[in-house]
């Protein structure tokens, strides 16, 4: 059962940031059971482990985002400071560096959930090739709908405009 929590905890915190998937320190603390205070130490002391591609720090507008679209990260506002983001690459390296039984056994589930990540997105690209073999089979009437499924299997990435749920209001309403 500690499992399936763990693996549920790991697949919400994976991120699109930059363009890269990403878990920030908070969660990665959470999952490894330490700490984000201990988990960042312990970067510190060991920052050469930790190039730009295994991880960055957010800038405030990312932070604001994270916060606008991570209910689970509300608790972040109130940080002075802007949390790290980890690469794959960095999350792994952060178990050699907690040294933690804990930190061990759960890096081996965060291999495993980026890799189902990449799967799913390599059978994305799939989806697009063959969706694109139909479309040049069918003529416009068809159109709208393959617009549709491409728009669905387009990833939400953090940032991105939200479109608001309710009534338009007359822009010229107040002129």
């Known amino acids: ?56 720090q957010l800038t405030d507008k990312e932070k604001n985002d994270v916060i606008a679209n991570c209910d689970h990260l509300v608790k972040i506002k109130f940080s002075r400071t802007n ?40 059978t994305h690209k799939e989806l697009a090739k063959k969706l694109s073999e139909l479309e040049s089979k069918y003529d416009e009437q068809f159109k709208v709908v393959f617009q549709a499924l491409r728009e669905l299997m387009q990833p939400e990435v953090l940032g991105s405009e939200r479109h608001r749920i309710g009534y338009k209001t007359n822009p010229n309403k107040d002129k």
């Open 1 to 56: 059962m500690t499992n399936i929590i763990v693996v549920e905890k790991i697949d919400r915190a994976i991120l699109l940031i930059r363009g890269q998937k990403v878990m920030l320190d908070v969660d990665l603390a959470v999952i490894y059971g330490v700490e984000t205070r201990r988990l960042n130490e312990q970067v510190k002391r060991n920052i050469d482990r930790f190039p730009a591609d295994f991880m960055f």
């Open 83 to 122: 949390p790290y983001a980890f690469t794959e690459h960095g999350a792994i390296m952060l178990a050699s560096v907690l040294n933690t039984q804990t930190a061990i056994f759960t890096s081996v589930l965060i291999v495993r959930a980026f890799v189902r990540l990449r799967e799913i997105f390599a």
